[in-house]
């Protein structure tokens, strides 16, 4: 095999190669039917213009039908007449126009058989294509089947083009999640422990603990002073309680006896002595926590 005769050969190879992977089977179906279809409509139109030539050669019989008789009824007459010379003539001109009777009704005839054949091709290939028709429309709606449960099972198993595609990028977000995720765990931890300072602040990783340890002293020094406060005004309110039983035990005693109730300022005294001592403990935990800072 020479060259040029093996490159025509790779060359066709690879054309009939790229035809079979772009061919889609219904389309070719549909055009073969096509096809077919306007095979169908020329053998019609042959058997219509075959069927006028034959409608021709009928008509232009009849006219030399009537020719023949009428050459007929002229040599009566002359005969009648005494010319036979003229008769004679009429007889002629009868006989060449019986002639051409003859040849016309021969191709009128062999029109008609030609009729008759093209109607039977015409009848046998419009039996062809109704068949053609009817699997035509079978082996699209199993070649559509085949094709569906081709890309469900291809979706199930995910073996096909699109699906790899999607399945490679589905790989790739969940890489670079977990990337992402990894480089803010650990840009938190850094943070957490002191080894990124603050840019924005010209403070260093001590001052900020020591900042957290004086804020948590001071909350803690608020919270001891809500609950003296808290425990001074329930002290206060039992103090007036019992004041006011006291009060209405002694009302009630002197209503008995008539004497006069007696004030005792000693309550009073008790309760400012231990507002003293209450304040001078805030104080005193104040000191301590300035300097702690101061330290």
């Given at each position: 095999m020479g060259i040029l005769s093996r490159t025509s050969y790779v060359i066709r190879s690879k054309i009939n190669s790229l035809l079979n992977r772009t061919e889609d089977p219904t389309e070719t179906l549909d055009y073969s039917?096509?096809?077919?279809?306007?095979?169908?409509?020329?053998?019609k139109r042959g058997i219509a213009d075959l069927t006028t030539q034959k409608k021709r050669l009928e008509m232009q019989k009849r006219r030399l039908e009537e020719n023949v008789?009428?050459?007929?009824?002229?040599?009566?007459?002359?005969?009648?007449?005494?010319?036979e010379d003229l008769a004679r003539r009429a007889l002629e001109k009868k006989k060449t126009k019986m002639n051409?009777?003859?040849?016309?009704?021969?191709?009128?005839?062999?029109?008609?058989?030609?009729q008759d054949s093209l109607i039977d091709q015409k009848n046998e290939l419009q039996t062809r294509i109704e068949e053609f028709r009817t699997k035509k429309e079978t082996m699209k709606a199993r070649y559509e089947a085949a094709e569906a449960s081709s890309t469900v099972s291809e979706a199930m198993t995910?073996?096909?083009?699109?699906?790899?595609?999607?399945g490679r990028a589905i790989e790739r977000a969940e890489e670079q999640t977990e990337d992402m995720e990894a480089r803010s765990a650990a840009l938190d931890e850094l943070h957490e422990t002191g080894a990124f300072d603050d840019?924005?602040?010209?403070?260093?990783?001590?001052?900020?603990?020591?900042?957290?340890?004086?804020?948590?002293?001071?909350?803690?020094?608020e919270l001891d002073t809500l609950k003296s406060?808290?425990?001074?005004?329930?002290?206060?309110?039992?103090?007036?309680?019992?004041?006011?039983?006291?009060?209405?035990?002694?009302?009630?005693?002197?209503?008995?006896?008539?004497?006069?109730?007696?004030?005792?300022?000693?309550?009073?005294?008790?309760?400012?002595?231990?507002?003293?001592?209450?304040?001078?403990?805030?104080d005193s935990e104040l000191a301590e926590l300035q300097d702690e800072e101061n330290a």
């Open positions: 039917y096509e096809q077919m279809r306007d095979q169908l409509q020329e053998v008789d009428k050459h007929n009824d002229q040599a009566r007459t002359a005969v009648r007449q005494d010319r051409q009777i003859e040849d016309l009704e021969r191709q009128v005839s062999e029109l008609q058989s030609q995910a073996t096909g083009e699109e699906f790899e595609d999607v840019v924005l602040s010209d403070k260093d990783q001590i001052d900020r603990e020591l900042e957290d340890l004086s804020t948590g002293s001071g909350v803690e020094a406060e808290m425990g001074e005004g329930e002290s206060a309110t039992e103090t007036e309680a019992a004041t006011e039983s006291e009060s209405e035990s002694e009302s009630e005693a002197e209503a008995e006896t008539g004497s006069e109730p007696e004030a005792e300022p000693a309550n009073d005294a008790d309760a400012d002595v231990d507002s003293d001592i209450d304040d001078a403990e805030i």
